[in-house]
DNA sequence: TATGAATGAGTCTTCATTCAT
DNA sequence: TATGAATGAAGACTCATTCAT
């Protein structure tokens, strides 16, 4: 009846994933998921505080993984942008970190779609604004480098928020409109050079 | 005490209009809705089916009105592109037809968030999917035009879809983070300018 | 299968009123209640906006005759103790004040002893308090009035409110400790006499 | 890591404690007592019974130290009044014993308050009408002597049960409403007064 | 000694919907 | 036209308790 190792939880995560990702955190019934791991109300709640922790479990490794992620992506932008910029190469630096973005989010496909689409209601339902927030910082001091290089001026707020929402938006549409990663690391590079397209297009260049 | 008029329907759909934009469709109660048009439950279900349909009817016009604009857009870019296209000017017709939907968007700017971001679980959550659709079908033909007269080649489905779906993405960007339609109608060129820039690049001109 | 008129919400007070005496506010459980009235939940929360109003709406009666009593209670010794006060008599007009007390009382005898004794947890829990707060300012002023006329020194605070208090504990015992009421009323007068003899040692009569 | 005596027996008590204390009986939550002692659960049920014998011992020392004063209370009461009573006297033997009870209770405020206003659910909700009880048996006694010494009439039962009920009243009301113990001490004296003038005007005295 | 796991009935409350009148 | 009444299932969450290990 007593489960040796993680049994009993690993059976709830399991019913819990599924059930968020089929409803959504708002409409995901805790009784369902229980009656899906064929275990009492109780027995959750032995586990896990409540439905937005039990939530944070689900998604934890895909959130944990994107913002390490994220991290390199930013890392080597701020660099590499300091260095010049080609803007004719379509197999740059970049669009190794972008490939190992879209690596990771299909990875965890579904709870990415979980978190960046249906997490609403739970705490975690701001993580895509941070995402973009983290970004756009980032991308206010290249911007402003490669403005300064090439001497047109500088991206306004506005915009620059505009882009980073965009930028963010487009990893999304390759996340859920892909059937798999070959196709969307086979539809990244022209996902890419739009996103080029558009920057340099408002940057004047 | 009995009302000549659609008075009592007027005061639900006022008030259903309210919960909807506060709470999204799933989250709005019908209970708050009557309570607040001073109403009981049973007068809502003689004017609506259900919930459901009490959304169509908030969102009716706005959904309405869109469709017209984006059908006028349709036309509007499947024979001007036919012409020939000036990618140098920003100022172009097809500004003027982008200009007349982000006014309509602003025109009935709280119904148009909702139906567009907040109407999950309705039978209008796919709204803005078939919004996509419609345009995807035009953006065919004209990018189709446009390839054969510059001797580049076609845009794949793949490609297409995901353009279109950005473009959509970039009216509700503008709806949702504009204070009003006066910033709207002054960030709107810059928006016009990073998605011709994003499309050209995927085209290779 | 739909009352005429307030029956099931009749049934359900009624069955509120068991269920509340029987086992206190919190203890009470609305399941219990609903059942016992034969009726699903939803019905009560027809009626009552939650537990405790529906515990509220029990009491209501009880309290607000109290809250009368006491009214004319304190208009009554203002009044008399400003025109000197015949420590002798036992049978003087605030002992007519007392009996009606006592007969409101054990009118509602079920319902004050649960507003006075089992009502912790419901927004009345401090009714009782209240009550003591009340008859203390009026208190306030009637012993100055005596101590002046009699020469001797005003009753301070802290024993104010300790004789206040006791005072209503004592109607409490007479409520919780009688058979019936007229064993109440048979009683009474020893316990005013007691009251008094207490009040007097203090003051120092 | 693990216990050599009583140590996680002791850090459940003292958890129980101020839970109990904090919440009341009913109110208490055995598991935010075993998570603040950092126990699990199977231990508490190692050491107690169940929720009501860890109450007891929670209780236990003030519980057996009150007694034990009454006991004093009574055997001296019994004993003195036999030898005959002078009214006047307020720093007599009888404050003696009431200033040790005072004192006792003061010793365990918290504990004594929980018990005696806060134990509603458990096997000691009772607690106090045994005191009373106790208290009443002897009065009993006390009472007859006097009143044959002094040729008034007994007091009957009904009395004798009110006026033991007030005395250990007044002295929970000293417990909760006195900051410290020697602002209960300060006032002991006019509680003590209000009681004896009480008492006599009720005997005729 | 104590843990960790699990039970199962219980809590109050909200929901969209129905229907006789 | 509308009301008032009622349904019944579902919501998240808490409880004291048990027991194999």
Redesign the pocket.
């Known amino acids: 009846?007593?489960?040796t190792?993680?049994?009993?939880?690993n059976k709830l995560l399991k019913a819990a994933r599924k059930e968020f990702i089929d409803k959504g955190y708002m409409?995901?019934?805790?009784?369902?998921i229980c009656k899906d791991a064929?275990?009492?109300?109780?027995?959750?709640?032995?586990?896990f505080?409540?439905?937005?922790e039990?939530f944070a479990e689900v998604v934890s490794k895909p959130l944990f993984a994107i913002r390490e992620a994220l991290g390199a992506h930013l890392e080597f932008e701020e660099q590499e942008y300091s260095e010049g910029y080609d803007e004719e190469s379509s197999e740059g630096p970049d669009t190794e970190v972008s490939k190992k973005i879209v690596e990771i989010m299909f990875k965890y496909k579904d709870e990415c779609v979980l978190l960046l689409t249906k997490s609403s209601g739970s705490s975690l339902e701001f993580a895509k604004d941070s995402f973009i927030e983290r970004l756009e910082g980032s991308y206010r001091v290249t911007t402003d480098k490669i403005a300064e290089a090439r001497g047109c001026k500088k991206v306004d707020d506005y915009t620059l928020h505009y882009l980073t929402h965009m930028q963010v938006e487009s990893f999304i549409y390759l996340l859920t409109h892909s059937k798999d990663i070959d196709e969307a690391l086979k539809e990244l590079p022209y996902i890419i050079k739009h996103m080029r397209g558009g920057w340099f297009a408002v940057m004047g260049m």
Chains 1, 2, 3, 4 share one sequence.
């Open positions: 009846m007593t489960a190792d993680g049994e009993t939880r409409n995901a019934s805790l009784r369902a064929g275990v009492t109300t109780g027995a959750l709640y032995f586990f505080k409540d439905k937005d039990l």
